[in-house]
């Protein structure tokens, strides 16, 4: 069983994101923390709810990111902090599947 | 501040002709220092608002004088200036034409040259989007800015236009009394048209009087209320959060940009007694886990409207908001913001709702519906047939186009009053039973709540790769409509990334497709046309 760790999740995010970097002319290895994606447009509502939902099926973890602030929703740190700080709690029957940091 | 000391245009303003900024004159005489506003960390009194919105109007009076058309353009979104903005134009006896931040520079330029506006408002954030959007306008305008200190400098980049800053503003007071006619514009709409030009809906004052008298009724809208603000100026349902709030002296509360996807928290910080959203926000909510149960004891009521309402978001939300009643509003724009309703009452709602889908429910008090067959006769009751309804909502018609006007507003035979065809497919209800959606009778569909017309996108798609044979749909499907579009064009040769790019120039971000996929040709069914029903079943092969 592998650690989830923030760095895992923000690796599947940008892979989520791979073609729309692309569009933009960026590179994952370039992308910083504070990158919003919503901001930048490489997501919009209903891209981030398949994003969740290939985190979810990823990490094998039912997230709950009703209470994460707003501002901080769609940006790359801080999204990738709370998604692996929720798989840390659901730890028990947290598995890590075909993922390559 | 005393009543009295209030600019003399409240008093002297409205007249005695009743129009859409008299509840707000009246609520700026009774409760000048409650808050009427919070926008952008800004909390502004009634007072305040009426003087911000006060010093427009004289300046536009002023300084803009032209009557032809009484219409005045607002580029202005989540900021003072957008509200002040639309209560000046109302103020200074002109109806207001919004437009749209989000959307590309062309569509607004479209909106704004159409609508033949003399001046338009502008607030600080869209100082960028200026001159893409007038550099290319050749009729002289009037460019109010309130907010901009120094307008030198923008007026020398916009050399064709008379660009006004603060320095340039009139004071409240210098407002001269207007008459307002209750038949005139109070707003004009732009909507996605199907031919690829967008149908500007002319709205009259006592179309949206008629409708803000039923919600403040029904709803019991009062000083303590606080309502939420989340709909853009260029959707109709922005008019219900001013005008319900001004109506009655409450307090409007308007999100920041990027507290609508997951607005959770500002529900509980805002303290709101009164939510209204487009379906999707609860299914995006409740998706994220944010519709706990108990989650916004300070509702009243929970308010949806603009596309289907899925009755799994409707009894979620109805467990995070105990406190509330949730309600389901229908309306198109062309019958003023919403005109029947539903309220959600659990298990017996369940058994009233139709393929995972809350009804529309039945008519506001005024309003009649009749539901037809392609002849425009009635149905029988159980029977499904498209909606028409009728009543003092139905609004003036289309904006210099008696064509579609007439194609639309019609009299029935055996009917007397003009009925506007709402394209919606909708059950003939039994005695005593809601109305139930079921889809539309064209090719128009809601993204995420926005209405788009399939063929205007097809028409953008068809200028820009040459190409007839093109079809758009709405894909993927969500809960409550659709979440995107993706097109086919019927050429392998196509420059997709060019079709994209030219696509956004011009069209809102939620009508560009997501991706276009080319087939050598497009399948056509057994009349001739293109099969969407096979485009469709080739996405959801390959989903």
Redesign the interface.
């Known amino acids: 069983m592998s650690a989830v760790t923030a760095a895992t999740v923000r690796a599947l995010i940008l892979r989520e994101c791979e073609e729309s970097l692309a569009d933009f002319g960026m590179r994952a290895e370039d992308v910083a923390d504070e990158l919003d994606l ?2 930048y447009g490489l997501i ?3 891209g ?2 398949e994003l ?1 939902t290939t985190l979810e099926a990823e990490l094998d973890i ?10 901080e ?2 940006v790359l740190g801080p999204l990738s902090h709370a998604v692996a700080e929720q798989a840390a709690a659901q730890r028990g029957t947290t598995t890590l599947r075909a993922v390559q940091p | 501040m005393r009543a009295d000391l209030l600019a003399p245009s409240v008093a002297a303003a409205s007249g005695t002709q009743r129009s859409l900024r008299s509840g707000f004159e009246r609520s700026c005489e009774q409760h000048p220092e409650r808050a009427a506003l919070e926008v952008a960390g800004t909390t502004l009194t009634y007072a305040q608002l009426h003087e911000r919105a006060a010093a427009i109007a004289a300046t536009l009076q002023r300084r803009a004088p032209g009557d032809e058309p009484p219409l005045t353009a607002l580029l202005a979104a989540r900021s003072v200036t957008a509200f002040a903005g639309v209560l000046g134009i109302l103020l200074r006896g002109h109806g207001y034409v919004p437009l749209n931040p989000k959307f590309p520079a062309d569509r607004n330029r479209e909106m704004l040259e159409r609508a033949g506006c003399g001046a338009v408002v502008v607030d600080m954030e869209r100082l960028s989007a200026l001159e893409p959007l007038l550099g290319a306008v050749q009729r002289p305008l009037v460019v109010l800015v309130p907010e901009l200190d120094h307008a030198g400098e923008l007026a020398a980049r916009l050399p064709q236009h008379t660009v006004l800053g603060a320095a340039d503003l009139e004071p409240a007071d210098a407002l001269e009394p207007t008459a307002v006619d209750p038949d005139g514009i109070a707003y004009l709409l732009f909507t996605s048209g199907s031919t690829g030009k967008p149908k500007g809906v002319m709205v009259a004052h006592r179309n949206v009087l008629a409708f803000v008298d039923v919600m403040v009724e029904r709803y019991g809208i009062g000083v303590g209320d606080r309502l939420s603000q989340t709909f853009d100026l260029t959707f109709d349902l922005s008019a219900f959060d001013m005008f319900v709030t001004w109506e009655r002296g409450a307090c409007l509360c308007c999100p920041p940009e ?9 529900i509980r910080d805002a303290e709101l007694t009164v939510w209204f959203s487009v379906p ?1 926000t609860g299914v ?2 409740r ?6 149960p108990d ?1 916004f004891p300070s509702l009243r009521w929970s308010l949806f409207c603009g596309e289907p309402l899925p009755v799994e978001v409707a009894r979620a939300w109805a467990a995070a908001a105990p406190n509330s009643q949730v309600e389901n509003l229908y309306g198109p724009t062309e019958l003023t913001i919403a005109c029947a309703l539903y309220r959600w009452v659990g298990e017996r709602s369940l058994a009233e709702s139709e393929h995972g889908v809350v009804p529309i429910g039945t008519p506001y008090a005024g309003m009649r519906a009749i539901v037809v067959d392609e002849a425009l006769r009635s149905v029988e009751p159980g029977d499904a047939g498209e909606l028409l309804m009728t009543g003092p909502q139905v609004t003036l018609g289309y904006w210099q186009d008696r064509e579609r006007t007439d194609a639309a507003f019609v009299v029935p035979p055996g009917e007397e009053a003009v009925f506007y065809r709402t394209g919606d497919r909708v059950r003939r209800p039994l005695d005593g039973r809601p109305m139930t959606y079921l889809g539309r009778v064209d090719h128009q569909i809601k993204v ?1 709540g926005h209405r788009v017309e399939l063929g205007e996108i097809e028409a953008a798609l068809r200028e820009a790769t040459g190409v007839d044979a093109v079809v758009a749909l709405g894909w ?1 499907l ?1 809960e409550s409509g659709a ?2 579009i993706v097109a086919f064009v019927g050429d392998l040769e196509v420059d997709v990334p060019a079709a994209l790019a030219a696509a956004r120039e011009r069209l809102p ?1 939620y009508m560009v497709p997501r991706a276009i996929h080319l087939l050598a040709e497009l399948p056509l069914n057994a009349n001739g046309k293109f099969d969407r029903r096979a485009l469709r079943e080739r996405l959801e092969g390959s989903a």
């Open positions: 919503r901001q919009d509502s209903l981030f709810l969740v039912a997230l709950d990111l009703g209470d994460l602030p707003p501002e929703l769609t | 990027e507290a609508l996807m997951s607005p959770a928290r500002f999707s995006f909510m998706r994220l886990g944010a519709l706990k989650a995420l993927p969500t979440g995107a971000a």
